[in-house]
């Protein structure tokens, strides 16, 4: 079997993404055409206080659920993409921040470099956990203003975030895995406080 590859591609749009349409030659030779969100490298981080047993968490509308009929309405960990020569513990920083108003601390490293979606984008993904206390919501949060985003900044029970997702109220890929990493380090945590 051989290595797929590109023999053409266009750049069909130039905005805030960059989306192409190329030709792709297959490992048995076969060219087909595929569509790509050329969208870059991101960061996401969850925040949570392990005192309170708490997550901090943003309510924000998404532009896919709000295509695909549901509610556009998803709540998620800080995220954003990574600017420039910005580490991803930078990001994740800056966003914890522009989003939550939280200054984090240490940040406990999950996984570098995780496929968003593989097939349709180029978007890879740095994941964090952060372990705050209430003395680091230093700011508003909500986003940046030209950015358009509109955000919620929601503190949240563990185990009320453990139960939401259990029961799909929760679906934002990069959130579940950081929900799942963190009550595999710290399945106490989830358990409501004595």
């Not at 709540?75 to 990001?91: F, H, M, N, S, V």
């Not at 206390?133 to 230093?138: K, L």
């Not at 358009?148 to 990069?174: S, Y």
Request: charged residues 25%; glycine residues 8%; hydrophobic residues 45%.
């Amino acid at each position: 079997m051989t290595t797929p590859q590109i023999l053409q591609q266009t750049v069909i749009y130039q905005g805030w993404g960059r989306y192409l349409l190329m030709n792709v030659a297959t490992p048995k030779g076969a060219v087909v055409e595929r569509q790509l969100d050329d969208h870059g490298v991101a960061a996401c981080v969850l925040p949570y206080d392990a005192e309170r047993r708490t997550a901090v968490l943003v309510r924000l509308w998404r532009t896919g659920p709000l295509f695909s009929g549901q509610s556009p309405y998803l709540i998620e960990a800080p995220a954003g993409l990574i600017d420039g020569p910005e580490t991803g513990e930078a990001c994740a920083r800056r966003e914890a921040m522009e989003e939550a108003g939280l200054k984090l601390g240490k940040l406990e490293p999950v996984a570098q470099g995780v496929w968003a979606s593989p097939a349709v984008s180029t978007e890879q993904i740095d994941l964090f956990l952060a372990p705050i206390s209430a003395a680091d919501r230093v700011a508003e949060g909500g986003g940046l203003a030209e950015e358009h985003e509109e955000i919620e900044v929601i503190e949240m029970a563990l185990a009320e975030f453990w139960r939401r997702i259990l029961d799909g109220e929760i679906c934002d890929m990069k959130t579940l895995v950081l929900a799942y990493a963190l009550r595999h380090r710290r399945p106490d945590l989830f358990e409501p406080a004595p």
